[in-house]
């Protein structure tokens, strides 16, 4: 394969992820409107199923992507494929797409992230909730050596600054 014959697989797997791309921010709004309103379970476990099967779509277009400029023998980065765009795209219609493509991924991490926002501060609702019920107080969380949060059994400050 050379970069002129790579307009039309390029152009397939670029529809493709946009596609996908668009049917997972619907999906990722719908999930949010779910999480919102509190109510119906399962109708959230089957947007989570469908989210799941969309992310999937999106790591197999991925690794196309990334089969393509191995056989161009291009490396894979953002480099790569602006000069894959620009060898087999004389008229820019790809990159066009590719550009809302980007868009489109960048709205969905915006969203998901929205909806992980929801997610934990419900978590931390319930949690709290909890602990009233059990009459347990809740533990300060620390960093861990390697940067994870972790409670803090020793309840130990260890620097303090004003």
């Given at each position: 394969?050379?970069?002129?014959?790579?307009?039309?697989?390029?152009?397939?797997?670029?529809?493709?992820?946009?596609?996908?791309?668009?049917?997972?921010?619907?999906?990722?709004?719908?999930?949010?409107?779910?999480?919102?309103?509190?109510?119906?379970?399962?109708?959230?476990?089957?947007?989570?199923?469908?989210r799941?099967?969309?992310?999937?779509?999106?790591?197999?277009?991925?690794?196309?992507?990334?089969?393509?400029?191995?056989?161009?023998?291009?490396?894979?980065?953002?480099?790569?494929?602006?000069?894959?765009?620009?060898?087999c795209?004389?008229?820019?219609?790809?990159?066009?797409?590719?550009?809302?493509?980007?868009?489109?991924?960048?709205?969905?991490?915006?969203?998901?992230d929205?909806?992980?926002?929801?997610?934990?501060?419900?978590m931390?609702?319930?949690e709290?909730?909890?602990?009233?019920?059990?009459?347990?107080?809740?533990?300060?969380?620390?960093?861990?050596?390697?940067?994870?949060?972790?409670?803090?059994?020793?309840?130990?400050?260890?620097?303090?600054?004003?």
């Amino acid at each position: 394969m050379n970069l002129q014959n790579c307009r039309e697989p390029l152009a397939r797997l670029i529809n493709e992820e946009g596609r996908t791309l668009d049917e997972l921010a619907a999906l990722l709004e719908r999930e949010h409107s779910l999480l919102s309103a509190s109510g119906n379970v399962e109708a959230l476990e089957d947007a989570c199923e469908a989210r799941q099967i969309c992310m999937g779509t999106l790591l197999r277009v991925q690794d196309e992507r990334r089969g393509m400029l191995r056989l161009l023998n291009l490396p894979d980065n953002v480099g790569s494929l602006d000069r894959l765009l620009s060898g087999c795209d004389a008229d820019g219609k790809l990159r066009l797409q590719w550009v809302q493509t980007l868009d489109t991924a960048r709205r969905c991490r915006e969203l998901n992230d929205r909806n992980g926002a929801l997610v934990n501060a419900r978590m931390r609702r319930v949690e709290g909730l909890l602990n009233v019920l059990t009459g347990r107080r809740a533990s300060p969380t620390m960093y861990g050596p390697q940067g994870q949060i972790a409670p803090d059994r020793d309840h130990r400050m260890l620097t303090a600054q004003a």
